[in-house]
């Protein structure tokens, strides 16, 4: 008595018969797990260019109503700042900018009105910030592992990933008969196209671990073993959408074929398989293509910071070398430049003559 997922064609029926189905089998593709995304700017990659400019456009703008507000109040009252240029756009731009700072500006607006605008403003700035703060941990972080396609038809429309077949058993009984043009067909075509064909699933797994350019179709059982075998290592998609049925074969005839195909047609109608078919393999951690996974972050995640801050602080430097060079430069001129004769004006004491 042999247990097998076997098709049963005419000739075979002719030789063996099988018994109940004691178990579900279907196809799976299985392929190396994405490598994570790195790179030193990866705390920018939560937030578009639209949300930058957003945020961007939040300090211009919170200036500019500003500005309005306070010129229209001071036409209206009549009055007029004794410094003109506390009223136009620079300054009041260069105010919204100096209280992101540690420092903050360096005067208020008094009235209600302009008030409320930047109450506004400093609302948005903390959620953008809150926002920010849980994007980048979360993208960070957190790892979702997605494969590129899930069903056969997917993966014969793409071209970056090559099937593989295990001693043509799948792609070739499944697709070599298929229609002109079809999925399948484009399947077994590419399949064909190339020469990388595995011995045994243990030379497979090889291939998908040193190429990540290959995917490997199976049985679903095989397959999903080897992958918590290598769990985080592999990837499986089990929505391939061909089912077919393990049984045992044997020879026509036989006494107990009624009664053993019965039985095992309950055990698997139970749930009975599905328990041993778990006790045997005695794990349960099983790699999905949703699982979630979280890492800690490293230096390649977050130096682009650093970069930031380096070039922000040899900016600062160059600024103040060309400030102090200036002074000097123009101290030196002042000093170089001879001063203008004068003509000292004569003391009205010493000039008026003295009466005889």
């Not at 797990?33 to 990866?42: A, E, I, V």
């Not at 990659?45 to 949300?51: D, E, M, Q, V, Y």
């Not at 011995?199 to 080897?226: G, K, V």
């Not at 060079?325 to 003391?347: G, I, K």
Request: some cysteine; overall charge positive.
């Amino acid at each position: 008595m042999i247990g097998a997922p076997m098709t049963q064609t005419v000739e075979r029926a002719m030789e063996i018969q099988f018994l109940g189905s004691f178990m579900d089998e279907g196809l799976g593709i299985l392929m190396a797990s994405p490598k994570r995304n790195t790179g030193l700017f990866l705390m920018f990659k939560p937030f578009t260019i639209n949300a930058w400019l957003m945020c961007l456009g939040s300090v211009f703008l919170s200036a500019f109503v500003h500005c309005m507000i306070q010129r229209c109040y001071l036409t209206y009252a009549g009055t007029y700042p004794v410094i003109p240029r506390e009223i136009c756009l620079r300054e009041h731009t260069w105010s919204y900018v100096r209280s992101l700072l540690a420092l903050g500006p360096e005067w208020y607006p008094t009235m209600s009105a302009s008030r409320v605008v930047i109450m506004l403003f400093w609302t948005f700035t903390l959620l953008m910030h809150a926002f920010w703060q849980a994007d980048i941990t979360a993208h960070l972080t957190r790892e979702v592992f997605r494969l590129p396609f899930n069903t056969l038809e997917e993966l014969a429309a793409q071209d970056k990933v090559r099937p593989l077949d295990l001693l043509l058993r799948v792609v070739t009984e499944a697709d070599q008969n298929a229609t002109e043009g079809s999925a399948y067909r484009n399947l077994y075509e590419k399949y064909r196209g190339h020469k990388m064909h595995p011995r045994n699933i243990t030379h497979a797994i090889e291939i998908l671990l040193n190429d990540a350019s290959y995917a490997l179709i199976s049985t679903y059982n095989l397959i999903h073993y080897a992958t918590q075998k290598h769990c985080g290592r592999l990837m499986l998609s089990d929505r391939a959408q061909v089912q077919n049925n393990i049984g045992f074969a044997v020879l026509p005839g036989a006494t107990f074929v009624y009664q053993l195909s019965s039985y095992m047609t309950l055990m698997k109608e139970t749930g009975i398989t599905r328990r041993l078919e778990a006790k045997w393999w005695f794990q349960n951690d099983i790699c999905s293509s949703d699982e979630t996974r979280y890492r800690a972050l490293n230096f390649r995640d977050v130096g682009g910071a650093v970069i930031i801050l380096v070039f922000c602080i040899l900016l600062g430097c160059l600024t103040l070398g060309l400030e102090k060079f200036w002074c000097l430069f123009t101290r030196f001129r002042c000093a170089t430049v001879a001063p203008e004769e004068t003509t000292d004006l004569p003391n009205p004491r010493t000039s008026v003559e003295k009466p005889k």
